[in-house]
């Protein structure tokens, strides 16, 4: 497969697990790109990573010299895809409204979020490991929406077909998958951080793609619409501060492991359609689990 190819598919696929109402809106993940490398190139082995910098883009430099190496993956943002990442923020609008949200007030508060996140990105040096990369000779891609809608899409599947009636019933469901197993072994793996055990599950909104954390804002309103747990990936102390005060409850499954599971979700249904095999090499938190 090609790299455009491979890019395509990702692009793709991205868009068919996107949450989304109106897919036609839906133009491209500025969070996702091929960041330095012949288009044209055929991709069969690749270095694929949760995080990828100049310290895994040496590591990959030494891979190739001694085995051979196509691609490196990053599943993170680098160089532009990760100064323009906010863009894709506004696929949350769509997720509030789903969730009973009134589109006008849902736009407002991911907006003014938006903007808030911009001014975050704009003083980081971006460029760093996409100049390793380039003076490696190194092609390098990253891929984050894409592969977040794919388990945003399949743990708001699972919770809708499980219907978990407490708390700990969501935790034990998570447990069960395999990306989430290995991440207990490392202690990093699903658990309460808001809410008893044994309350009642309630409405769940699985917050698991859009770039980054939602508004603050919104918590009280989703409470009000009947939402009475959250499943994230992670939840910085400033939001959590707000959850508590919507009297949410909050299961986090696990911020690594859920980008790992994203990812092999998605590089499963690349290689079913491609009718063809990569060959991956794990790194920075990444664990390839196949389901076909």
């Known amino acids: 497969m090609k790299l455009s190819q491979l890019y395509n598919q990702v692009l793709k696929f991205g868009v068919e697990r996107d949450p989304r109402i109106n897919k036609r809106e839906i133009k491209s993940y500025s969070d996702t790109a091929i960041l330095y490398g012949d288009f044209d190139k055929q991709i069969k082995k690749i270095l694929v990573g949760i995080d990828i910098e100049v310290g895994e883009l040496l590591l990959a430099e030494r891979i190739r010299q001694a085995e051979g190496l196509d691609l490196v993956m990053s599943h993170h943002p680098e160089g532009r895809a990760l100064a323009g990442f906010y863009?894709?923020?506004?696929?949350?609008?769509?997720?509030?409204?789903?969730?009973?949200?009134?589109?006008?007030?849902?736009?407002?508060?991911?907006?003014?979020?938006?903007?808030?996140?911009?001014?975050?990105?704009?003083?980081?040096?971006?460029?760093?490991?996409?100049?390793?990369?380039?003076?490696?000779?190194?092609?390098?891609?990253?891929?984050?929406?894409?592969?977040?809608?794919?388990?945003?899409?399949?743990?708001?599947?699972?919770?809708?077909?499980?219907?978990?009636?407490?708390?700990?019933?969501?935790?034990?469901?998570?447990?069960?998958i395999p990306e989430y197993k290995e991440a207990i072994k490392e202690l990093s793996g699903p658990r309460i951080i808001l809410g008893s055990p044994k309350r009642a599950a309630g409405e769940i909104f699985v917050e698991m793609t859009g770039g980054t954390e939602g508004p603050k804002e919104v918590f009280d309103k989703l409470y009000k619409k009947g939402i009475r747990t959250l499943v994230s990936m992670h939840l910085s102390e400033e939001h959590l501060k707000k959850v508590k005060d919507a009297n949410l409850n909050v299961v986090i499954a696990g911020h690594i492991s859920s980008d790992t599971l994203g990812l092999n979700l998605l590089l499963d249904r690349i290689e079913r359609e491609a009718k063809e095999k990569f060959q991956i090499i794990n790194c920075s938190g990444f664990r390839r689990v196949k389901r076909n």
């Open 87 to 176: 863009e894709v923020m506004l696929l949350q609008v769509d997720m509030l409204v789903r969730a009973g949200i009134p589109k006008r007030v849902a736009k407002s508060l991911v907006e003014e979020r938006k903007r808030e996140v911009e001014r975050k990105v704009l003083p980081g040096n971006h460029l760093r490991s996409v100049d390793a990369a380039r003076l490696l000779d190194m092609p390098f891609m990253c891929v984050h929406t894409p592969a977040d809608n794919h388990v945003s899409s399949f743990i708001q599947r699972l919770m809708d077909k499980e219907k978990p009636k407490k708390v700990e019933d969501i935790v034990e469901i998570l447990k069960e």
